[in-house]
């Protein structure tokens, strides 16, 4: 089938993620440019494992890369396909290019290889393989051997890449590589190319990292008389420092970001701009993603992933999101910074409404809202030392006797009532509002004061203050 870049007929695109580790989000964003490449054009969208590295391979991490792309939204149409179950498949292509002389059998041991490499490395030369069995025809009968390529002596092997333009490498420059072990199992190199040429892939969009590998791939196309596909490699990502990303520097994990409470539409949108740009524009939702990918919008030098801007992505996604949506993304955090189920009651769904104006993540979110849902207040000791002092407290009490008889418990009653204390008291309105913070919260963050008596309700509220006045004056806070 050839693709048809203008309508998008007959576009398939792949993720081809091998399960060795977590979802890197460097393979998030190859995942999510091609799902977009796909869902724009109207094409296909495959999920293959790479798992052929058995050693390196885990359930475990292919159970965490399906839960990361679900969690971001990537939906797949046809897989997940593992390339373990396709070694047959493998094994006939190594036959059959054995069958056409596109392959040959090399006997050449490990060992034998190395000195002559290291020959080759003294006399200034640079190593690609020599071609000692080239010629030899051996058959299979020949004793232990691997299957190599056979690459013409030169010749480019060229690709119009989409994103870097004209690339490719010079035959002679490569040299017949391995694409069978002595065992008989399939590189990957190989096995990629088949799988591709099986599956119909019009389009392979991956990392520039694998640009150097492309050459090869071009000449295994060729020697399977199969017609390469496009072909778009994506620059790759710098940390904050400007420098390559490290797994080990920086944060790279698309779990890490949840952890930290980061909203998955606020992390898809990160890391679609992590090189591709549309105009000026820096906010898309999945559906904008999915309308407006192009190749035409990636850019050849390095992304860099910028903490700032996902902070304001993550501080806008959570400003402007349905309440019914956010509180269910809230909960987990919730539950996690309390240690225990919590029902989320119209008051803390009232309390996270007040609080996401200030919270720039879940975790800030859920730890701003947390003390609603206990049933203690668990006092922050430099707080509750400067706020709750035993002259605090007599206030404290005098003001909880006034509230108790308020007409109503809404913002004007509640003013007049905390008016009328400052005034008295000739303080100012922070002296008889900051201590009924503590009182309430046991800390000094929250929405503003009448709104939290509110959210609170009146008995609870009555409750909190009398107690920590009871315990002010006796001066339990003060030590
Ligand atoms: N399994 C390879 C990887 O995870 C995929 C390479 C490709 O996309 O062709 O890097």
Known sequence: MTANQQTGEGVRTRFAPSPTGFLHIGSARTALFNWAYARRTGGTYVLRVEDTDRDRSTEESERQ????????????????????????????AVAELLET???????????????????????????????????????????????????????????????????????????????????????YHLAGVVDDLDMDISHVIRGADHQPNTPLHVAI??????????????????????????????PVSVQHFRDEGYVADALRNWIVRLGWSHGDQEVFS??????????????????????????????????HMDLAELLPLTSPYLERSLGKPVETSPAIAKLV????????????????????????????????????????????RDLAARLAVAPAWDEASLAAVFDAVAAEREVKMGKVAQPVRVALTGGTVSPGIYETLEVVGRDLSLARIEDAAARAVKGEFSS
């Open 286 to 319: 999945r559906d904008e993603i999915a309308d407006l990918f192009d190749l035409e919008g990636v850019g050849r030098s390095g992304a860099r992933a910028d903490a700032d801007k996902l902070a304001w992505l993550n501080h806008h996604y959570i400003q």
């Open 221 to 250: 196309y060729r020697a399977l008389d199969a017609d390469p596909p496009e072909f778009a490699h994506v620059p790759l990502i710098l940390g904050d420092t400007g420098k390559k990303l490290s797994k080990r520097r920086d």
């Open 65 to 92: 890369l399906l839960e990361g792309l679900a969690w971001l939204g990537i939906d797949w149409d046809e897989g997940p396909f593992r390339q373990s179950e396709r070694g047959a498949r493998h094994r006939e």
């Open 101 to 187: 002389g596109q392959a040959y059998r090399c006997i050449c041991t490990r060992d034998e290889l190395e000195v002559r490499r290291q020959e080759t490395i003294a006399a200034g030369g640079k190593w690609t393989y020599d071609g000692l069995c080239r010629d030899r025809e051996y058959a299979a009968d020949c004793g232990e051997h691997t299957v190599r390529l056979r690459l013409p002596e030169t010749g480019w092997l060229g690709w119009d890449d989409l994103v870097f333009g004209p690339s490719g490498q010079d035959a002679s420059e490569i040299g017949d590589r391995i694409i069978a072990r002595a065992d008989g199992t399939a590189l």
């Open 353 to 396: 409404d007040l609080n996401r104006l200030r919270g720039k993540t879940l975790v800030e979110l859920a730890g701003h809202t947390a003390w609603l849902a206990r049933d203690e207040v668990v006092f922050d000791p430099k707080a509750a030392r400067k706020n709750l002092t035993p002259d605090a407290g007599v206030l404290l």
